[in-house]
């Protein structure tokens, strides 16, 4: 804001702490005799704010239905949905004068009533926005309102600190991905909801899946599972239930009494699962919870890691956390703690910019290792050919993989510390050289798994059935990237 950026967005994953962060800012603010707002789009938000802020000791109002407003304190915690009618719609109120907006969930603020609010009734004043994903539902950037990014730190370094707890994930089943990939609403960037939830509402088989495995894999856990419409989540409640694990559904047209109801036997462990559609993607705070069963498939990167950044926070007594995927989004998606190279431009992609950065490293890759000729002994670079004998290194070609296993599989083991992450690229060194793959592999794979470069490698290790297997995970990912309407057998 000093550089002049009246609209920054502020980056911060899932369990990162934005209420902390926005509190201390607004404290900061009021102390210095400025006023501020911080809009947010749910009840729950608005609640845990004024919390935070009442701790803080911080003189705020609230501005939200069913509750008596101050117009006096000099910070206003406002429901965006309330201050939009009453102020902008209705007019039976007058908007507060501040010098700071601060938006939550800010990969929404290109919404109708974020973006009237900002530009037309606060033009001057400062905006933050905070949120673990800076993009749109399409994967696309939010430079229609901010002129910066700031990026906080990564799910790896919250891990290791010990704010996070890391994350195990299985993959036991999934849906007919041909299916899905024919309602794809292109303009969204994501399936169509109607068509999707009656797909998955007719599918006991997905249904059952989802019970079996949580028996078999998080049944000394606490759940949330993300089910595809409120019938799906309804049905799947009602399935947990005739198991013998108490399960409750929760929804947008849930009575507030009741969802308060079913929140306190969560908390207390009286309910193990709780189903829900939509409702507990954003602004829901249990750390007690351990698992999250992904019911829902999704193409959304912010989606995907809205839902799986649920169950994150460490609690006591709190190891860590499994992601049961039952929709395909981590191999669609990847890992939640992978980095990602997020950016407020909104002319491509981040799946696209991911694509083309691989490209760019791979290319450098090649321009930059040296080669040395098996028919002459030329070393040489930045060329395929010897300039010395015209000879070329052969392109080697993987054996491609047209099954992916049905058996539960654990696909990714808690994070690795650095020594562990320099034997696995040791040991992918050894793979490349005994199975004669094309130069670089170990450096691809190694950033493809880890997302940072690879470090000076010791030796060229021994290479093992784990090495084995990511190549085949590789393989897998890069087939379905360029035919993603293809169906593995027994997928």
Same mark, same amino acid.
């Given at each position: 804001m000093k550089n002049g950026n009246r609209r920054v967005l502020l980056q911060l994953p899932t369990g990162g702490g934005k209420t902390l962060v926005a509190s201390e800012i607004l404290k900061q603010t009021s102390d210095n005799g400025y006023t501020s707002i911080f809009l947010a789009d749910r009840r729950k938000l608005i609640d845990q704010t004024g919390e935070k802020l009442g701790s803080y000791g911080v003189d705020h109002g609230i501005i939200m239905a069913g509750?008596? =407003?101050?117009?006096? +304190?000099?910070?206003q915690v406002a429901s965006i949905q309330t201050l939009y009618s009453r102020a902008i719609k209705r007019e039976v109120m007058k908007l507060p004068e501040v010098q700071l907006v601060v938006i939550d969930e800010a990969h929404k603020s290109l919404g109708t009533q974020y973006a009237e609010l900002v530009h037309e009734h606060y033009p001057d004043a400062f905006v933050l926005g905070l949120t673990a994903t800076p993009v749109r539902t399409d994967g696309r950037g939010l430079s229609e309102m901010y002129d910066d990014l700031v990026l906080g730190p990564s799910v790896n370094s919250l891990v290791d600190e010990g704010f996070l707890v890391p994350m195990r994930y299985y993959a036991p089943s999934k849906p007919d991905m041909a299916y899905?990939?024919?309602?794809?609403?292109?303009? $969204?960037?994501?399936?169509?909801? +109607?068509?999707?939830?009656?797909?998955?509402?007719?599918? /006991?088989?997905?249904?059952?899946?989802?019970?079996?495995?949580?028996?078999?894999?998080?049944?000394?856990?606490?759940?949330?599972?993300? +089910?595809?419409?409120?019938?799906?989540?309804?049905?799947?409640?009602?399935?947990?239930?005739?198991?013998?694990i108490p399960a409750e559904h929760i929804d947008g047209e849930t009575f507030h009494h009741e969802r308060q109801?079913?929140?306190?036997? &969560?908390?207390?462990? $009286?309910?193990? &699962?709780?189903?829900?559609?939509?409702?507990?993607?954003?602004?829901? /705070?249990?750390p007690q919870i351990s698992a999250a069963i992904l019911a829902r498939p999704t193409k959304s990167i912010s989606t995907f890691l809205q839902m799986a950044g649920r169950v994150l926070r460490p609690f006591p007594g709190? $190891?860590?956390?499994?992601?049961?995927?039952?929709?395909?989004? &981590?191999?669609?998606?990847?890992?939640?703690?992978? /980095?990602?190279?997020?950016?407020?431009?909104?002319?491509?992609?981040?799946?696209?910019?991911?694509?083309?950065?691989?490209?760019?490293?791979?290319?450098?890759?090649? /321009?930059?290792d040296r080669i040395t000729c098996e028919a002459c002994g030329t070393v040489y670079e930045g060329r395929r050919k010897c300039p010395e004998c015209g000879w070329e290194p052969p392109k080697k070609k993987p054996k491609p993989v047209d099954v992916l296993q049905a058996e539960l599989e654990e696909i990714l083991a808690v994070e690795q510390k650095k020594e562990e992450k320099l034997d696995w690229f040791e040991r992918a060194l050894g793979f490349e050289r005994i199975k004669r793959m094309e130069k670089g592999w170990a450096k691809k794979a190694y950033r493809l798994?880890?997302?940072?470069? =690879?470090? $000076?490698?010791r030796k060229v290790g021994i290479p093992d059935k784990e090495i084995e297997n990511w190549n085949t995970h590789m393989l897998i990912k890069e087939r379905y990237k360029r035919n993603p309407k293809r169906r593995f057998k027994n997928g």
């Open positions: 509750r008596e =407003p101050d117009f006096h +304190a000099p910070v899905l990939n024919s309602i794809l609403d292109k303009r $969204k960037g994501d399936y169509n909801e +109607a068509k999707l939830g009656k797909y998955m509402e007719q599918n /006991d088989v997905l249904i059952g899946d989802v019970v079996d495995h949580y028996k078999r894999l998080a049944h000394d856990r606490q759940a949330v599972v993300f +089910a595809s419409s409120v019938r799906h989540s309804m049905y799947l409640a009602e399935a947990f239930n005739k198991a013998g109801r079913i929140y306190e036997d &969560v908390h207390s462990g $009286k309910t193990r &699962v709780l189903t829900n559609c939509a409702v507990l993607i954003e602004g829901w /705070d249990e709190k $190891k860590d956390a499994i992601l049961i995927d039952h929709s395909g989004a &981590v191999q669609e998606l990847g890992f939640v703690h992978e /980095d990602r190279p997020w950016s407020l431009d909104a002319s491509e992609t981040i799946d696209e910019r991911e694509d083309r950065l691989s490209a760019q490293q791979d290319k450098e890759d090649e /321009d930059n798994k880890f997302k940072e470069e =690879p470090p $000076k490698p």
